[in-house]
């Protein structure tokens, strides 16, 4: 599971309890210029994850860590399908992050919300 | 950069469009996208970034393509009685019909880049039966008549989508008649 939160023009994705160890990450920033946007996505556990490069992967279990996939570096942190959001970036080392999160609606209204105000700002 | 696209972007755009149409913006799945469009869903996310990026792409094709191109024809009908016959038949028509009001009434008021492209669609409505209104010579129809003829022509689109698509053109023609008598 993961938390999300806006603060000064950035996005940052606070993972959470054990998730840590598996993920071999804890926190990621991303400033909102790089975000192009966040969908819930409970359907993308289900496809190829691609090649892990670092964390942890038992299928049905979790999925955590760095993957990479057709050419791209992507972020997972997923247990439950059912709470899973795609935050899809630009200009950064990874092309998406899979994240599982509390409120998947609410998760990515907070994005959509924070990258409007920060295209509204700039 | 640089790898080429493994899928036509406008074949996806019409596609997604008829989808949105049909399920709406929520009742719609990056599963059901990623199934119908015949794309990956890796390619999916990194063209359109989201699935709001997807819906804002398929409703401004859907203006382009079917709204404006039909507003551009009513405001040079010829005669009032025409354009609404017209507007009412037509309007937000296929191939992603129903994509505009759908979106007025599910995203406009959450979302205001769906609000811009709804009030777009409908101002294009309003100004075309204005320009009728004017070539009609009707001086003296009342202010607001060309926003009130468009209101009826969508309230009839919907009505006609509740009845199966009967056509509803001759409510609109009779509000007309009896407004400007």
Do not use: C
């Amino acid at each position: 599971m993961a938390r999300l939160s806006v603060a000064d023009g950035t996005l940052i994705v606070e993972v959470e309890g054990l998730d840590k160890l598996w993920a071999l990450r804890s926190r990621l920033e991303i400033p909102l210029a790089n975000v192009r946007g966040a969908t819930a996505d409970p359907g993308i556990v289900h496809e190829s994850k691609g090649l892990r490069l670092g964390g942890t992967s038992l299928p049905g279990v979790i999925t955590a860590g760095t993957f990479r996939s057709a050419g791209e570096w992507v972020f997972w942190d997923v247990h439950n399908p059912a709470g899973a959001i795609v935050i899809q970036l630009a200009d950064e080392r990874y092309s998406r992050l899979v994240i599982e999160v509390a409120d998947p609606r609410a998760a990515v209204a907070l994005v959509e919300e924070a990258m409007r105000a920060a295209g509204a700002a700039s | 950069m640089g790898r080429p696209r493994a899928f036509d972007e406008d074949d996806a755009v019409r596609a997604a469009a008829g989808l949105f149409a049909a399920r709406g913006y929520e009742g719609t799945s990056v599963d059901d996208l990623v199934g119908t469009l015949g794309v990956h869903r890796g390619s999916l996310y990194k063209v359109f970034g989201s699935k709001r990026g997807l819906y804002l792409a398929a409703l401004r094709r859907h203006l382009d393509e079917d709204v404006l191109p039909l507003t551009a024809a009513i405001a040079v009908a010829d005669g009032l009685p025409a354009a609404l016959a017209q507007a009412a038949a037509a309007y937000d028509s296929a191939p992603a019909a129903g994509l505009l009001l759908l979106a007025a009434a599910e995203r406009a008021a959450a979302d205001p880049d769906t609000a811009a492209l709804v009030d777009e669609g409908l101002t294009a409505l309003e100004r075309a039966l204005a320009a009728v209104l004017a070539a009609d010579g009707a001086a003296a129809a009342p202010p607001g008549l060309a926003q009130a003829l468009a209101a009826t022509v969508l309230g009839v689109r919907l009505r006609s989508r509740a009845a199966g698509g009967r056509p509803g053109a001759e409510a609109v023609l009779a509000l007309a008649a009896h407004l400007l008598r």
